[in-house]
């Protein structure tokens, strides 16, 4: 008699278990995936939310077992199994599969592979990088050790001005806290918004009490018995030193960078991120990449940047994720949403609906003393992009419009007497060749829209 014992099924390995990793395998089984799926992550939580960890998390008002994405019940359920504490260094792959290998020894075959890495703190190399105090942030562990480190400071030294920098700053000012933003920039969160919300933003977080310092060179960090005790800044004119600004921690965000040594080494194409057709496939037509280290194309932005871009957020992990888990199983799918993105500092909540690379006219719409304003970003003529201050209806109407592929004239967006929400209905009514539901001012589009002879709005 022959040897009937059969091979074991091999299925999906997932390398990194955040939010792009989590949600490909729940879409995978949502689909009706029945291979195994093997969830594999180096950090020892089970999978969590970064966003709140420099938000309610540094508030004492989270752990890592708080914001998990589901229990451990859930994973059961569904049959994924969940490897914690395993770093994958190596993988050796065909067409068939293959093998990855994690630093401990332990291999994880598979047949179907996808790439959910993500990103990590860009460094900065300077002398004193190494004292107790200096911090980045990313993972629940670095947030547990700022968390207790920011409750018995006083003084408090954030470097780069960026979202995560600043939400930082924000809660340890909310905390009572001396804090020094130091930007080398001439504005904050340069990369992410117009002049006007930086303005915005300094001009906030100064009221508020925070020190924000642009233009900063940082030169190196001091310290005492192994702590950090300040930053030294470069001389302003040349003349003598630079100023030490005091500091019991120091945070550095400055951004991050993609991980993307798996995938180099498996000769797949890499720039700015694992360069993922709109399906999320690699260069070589079988791995899947999804999340913070996917370069993906975008229908967002148009040609702008060759029409591709790697995104940091939620909402980018989560559809991609969607896109990759259809893609493995050969159903079609495509990355065609709306990026959105949040940032909650103080008592301050951005929203940004679309992208806003490549604008070439800034419209504001309110008054941003009151704190509560949108600033809309056209390209071509076009709506592209939006921030909302404290604006969640403007945020909403413009992440629905720009859904719908609509627009509306620049020259109106302005009235905050009238709803955007209801500025859109008008021109989608005209798109459709309908009467607009109700008379408002001025409903054309910023690129007309044909309107049918014997149409009211015509
Ligand atoms: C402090 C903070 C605040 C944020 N706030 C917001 C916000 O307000 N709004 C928003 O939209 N986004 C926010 N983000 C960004 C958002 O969290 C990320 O975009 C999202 O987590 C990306 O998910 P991901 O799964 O692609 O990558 P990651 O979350 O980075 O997960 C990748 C995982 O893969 C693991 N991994 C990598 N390589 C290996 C390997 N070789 N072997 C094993 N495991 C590996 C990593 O350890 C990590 O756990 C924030 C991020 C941080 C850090």
């Not at 001005?161 to 700053?169: P, T």
Request: proline share 6%.
């Amino acid at each position: 008699m022959g040897d009937t014992t059969e091979a074991p099924r091999l299925g999906t390995l997932i390398i990194g278990n955040c939010q792009a990793g989590v949600q490909l395998a729940s879409t995978l089984r949502e689909l009706g995936d029945t291979d195994p799926i093997t969830l594999v992550g180096e950090e020892p939580h089970a999978p969590y939310q970064r966003p709140p960890l420099s938000k309610a998390f540094l508030k004492g008002e989270a752990t890592a077992d708080s914001l998990a994405f589901r229990t451990h019940d859930f994973y059961r359920e569904h049959s994924i199994e969940l490897v914690p504490r395993e770093r994958i260094f190596r993988i050796i792959r065909n067409a068939d599969g293959g093998v990855a290998t994690a630093e401990s020894g332990r291999t994880f075959a598979f047949a179907r592979l996808a790439l959910t890495t993500g990103a990590v703190p860009r460094t900065i190399p300077f002398e004193g990088s190494e004292l107790e105090g200096v911090s980045y942030l990313r993972t629940a562990t670095e947030a547990t050790v700022l968390e207790q480190q920011l409750r018995e400071a006083r003084n408090v030294v954030v470097v780069g001005g960026g979202f995560i920098g600043l939400e930082v700053a924000a809660g340890a000012r909310s905390a009572g806290k001396n804090v020094t933003v130091l930007e080398a920039a001439p504005r904050l969160v340069g990369r992410a918004v117009s002049e006007q919300t930086s303005e915005f933003y300094l001009q906030a977080h100064r009221r508020r009490g925070i020190r924000v310092v642009l233009n900063a060179q940082v030169v190196r960090f001091v310290g005492e018995h192994d702590r950090v005790t300040g930053v030294e800044l470069g001389s302003r004119d040349d003349e003598g030193p630079g100023e030490i600004v005091a500091a019991d921690v120091v945070l550095i965000g400055v951004g991050v960078a993609p991980r993307t040594e798996l995938a180099v080494q498996l000769g797949l194409e890499v720039e700015n991120g694992i360069v993922v057709d709109s399906r999320a496939l690699a260069s070589d037509g079988l791995t899947v990449a999804a999340g913070d280290c996917a370069n993906m194309p975008n229908p967002s932005i148009g040609d702008f940047g060759a029409g591709r871009i790697r995104l940091e957020s939620v909402q980018n992990a989560v559809e991609q994720a969607k896109v990759a888990a259809a893609t493995l199983l050969g159903l079609p799918a495509e990355h065609r949403t709306v990026p959105w993105f949040w940032s909650d500092q103080a008592d301050l909540k951005l929203q940004i609906a679309g992208l806003s690379g490549g604008h070439d006219r800034v419209v504001l719409r309110g008054d941003p003393d009151t704190e509560k304003f949108s600033v809309l970003y056209y390209r071509d003529g076009r709506l592209i992009a939006a921030d909302c201050i404290n604006s969640p209806l403007d945020f909403m109407a413009v992440k629905n419009a720009l859904h719908k592929g609509l627009s509306v004239a620049a020259d109106v967006v302005s009235d905050t007497t009238v709803p955007l929400k209801k500025l859109f209905a008008a021109v989608e009514a005209a798109d459709a060749g309908r009467a607009a539901p109700s008379p408002v001012p001025v409903v054309l589009p910023a690129v007309p829209v044909p309107i049918p002879a014997g149409s009211p709005a015509a």
